[in-house]
């Protein structure tokens, strides 16, 4: 992927790993656009020099007025990344669970489908483009406490694999970006382990570089949970992420 000439929208990028993305595109030459729910985080990113676009993916409505906007004034569009995403902690014991199951699973997934259903036309008719979805490590390797993260994640993994066979011919890419913890939008505070921001950034742009571009991009810090069932770790690693389940409230005492 040639990054220097590029028309970039991201999606969820006004904070943590979707902002840090977007200097990184627009400093290796990129036009880039960033779409999201902040009003605040929108002025300070348009005072940066970005075009921004309100944005709110768990409604259709909101998805396809962004989309006429941006199309408006980035007619070129070429790379769409779906960033936006939400982590929420359940206890599946407790029923009441259940409407951030619902809203996570809307945010992540169902929110991930509504940004690519809107633009696929678009880059279907340019002849050209590439959509750069977003999934985690954990997709592959649980963290027991969010449950709906993970399967909404796997879950996008699987639609970014099913998307990419069903666009082959058209000129259009799908990359998957797999992120590990990043020390980033509070992870740092729960996750010492986290990966600091501008490394993990600086890698994610190397892999975006190469040519061909890899089809999932997996900083090394990642490759541990991608490839855990086949390397015969994934049962000791849950068991071990199992006992972060001691932070669930419902757990304590």
Not at 105 to 122: C, E, K, Q
Not at 154 to 175: C, F, I, K, M, P
């Amino acid at each position: 992927m040639n990054l220097s000439n590029r028309t970039v929208l991201i999606v969820g990028g006004t904070s943590g790993i979707g902002r840090e993305l977007a200097r990184r595109f627009a400093a290796a030459g990129s036009t880039v656009a960033v779409g999201g729910r902040s009003p605040e985080a929108l002025a300070e990113l348009a005072g940066e020099g970005f075009g921004t676009f309100a944005v709110d993916v768990t409604d259709s409505s909101s998805v396809t007025s962004a989309r006429d906007a941006v199309l408006a004034r980035y007619p070129e569009l070429d790379t769409v990344v779906t960033m936006s995403g939400i982590m929420l902690l359940e206890d599946l014991r407790d029923p009441a669970h259940f409407e951030a199951a619902q809203t996570t699973i809307d945010t992540n997934l169902v929110g991930t489908i509504r940004v690519i259903d809107a633009f696929t036309p678009h880059l279907i008719r340019r002849g050209a483009g590439t959509f750069v979805t977003v999934t985690s490590g954990i997709a592959f390797l649980p963290f027991p406490p969010m449950p709906s993260y993970a399967a909404s994640k796997a879950a996008v993994h699987a639609y970014s694999e099913a998307l990419r066979a069903q666009l082959d011919g058209t000129g259009v890419g799908v990359v998957e970006l797999v992120p590990p913890a990043v020390a980033a939008a509070g992870q740092e505070k729960v996750n010492p382990n986290a990966l600091p921001l501008d490394d993990f950034a600086t890698e994610v742009m190397q892999l975006l570089s190469e040519d061909p571009t890899p089809h999932e991009i997996l900083v090394k810090g990642v490759l541990m949970h991608r490839w855990a069932e086949r390397d015969g770790t994934y049962d000791d690693l849950v068991a071990q992420r199992s006992r972060a389940l001691a932070m669930l409230p419902g757990r304590q005492g």
